[in-house]
Nanobody, 123 residues
Framework: QVRLVESGGGLVQPGGSLRLSCTAS????????MGWYRQAPGKDRELVAY???????NVADFVKGRFTVSGDNANSSVYLQMNSLTPDDTAVYYC?????????????????WGRGTQVTVSS
């Protein structure tokens, strides 16, 4: 079983910065992709940024120039550096991972999700 643990959320003033971290644990054979979604109250969950193994990083247009995503496959981790935060960035940020992991000695390709970390941007 793979478990994702997020950290780094919190309360920040407009214009401030936060860095989110997410690490996957378990018997992971290969990380295909890791990234971040977010969900604001009353809104649908939206893709923010992701890193694909061997292909690089991508961020959504609505955070381009402010957010940077990076990955560390060796440690099954992904990071989201968020700068110039605005109140519109307030949301629960969820980490996800598409990995091949051992399950009862069988390698399985599956998506996993973290429990989410709250980011609140307010003065």
């Amino acid at each position: 079983q793979v478990r994702l643990v997020e950290s780094g959320g919190g309360l920040v003033q407009p214009g401030g910065s936060l860095r989110l971290s997410c690490t996957a644990s378990g018997i992971i054979v290969k990380v295909n992709e890791m990234g971040w979604y977010r969900q604001a109250p009353g809104k649908d969950r939206e893709l923010v940024a992701y890193v694909t193994s061997g292909r690089g990083a991508n961020v959504a247009d609505f955070v381009k120039g402010r957010f940077t995503v990076s990955g560390d496959n060796a440690n099954s981790s992904v990071y989201l550096q968020m700068n110039s935060l605005t109140p519109d960035d307030t949301a629960v940020y969820y980490c996800y991972a598409n990995v091949i992991a051992m399950s009862d000695l069988i390698p399985l390709l599956k998506d996993y999700w973290g429990r989410g970390t709250q980011v609140t941007v307010s003065s």
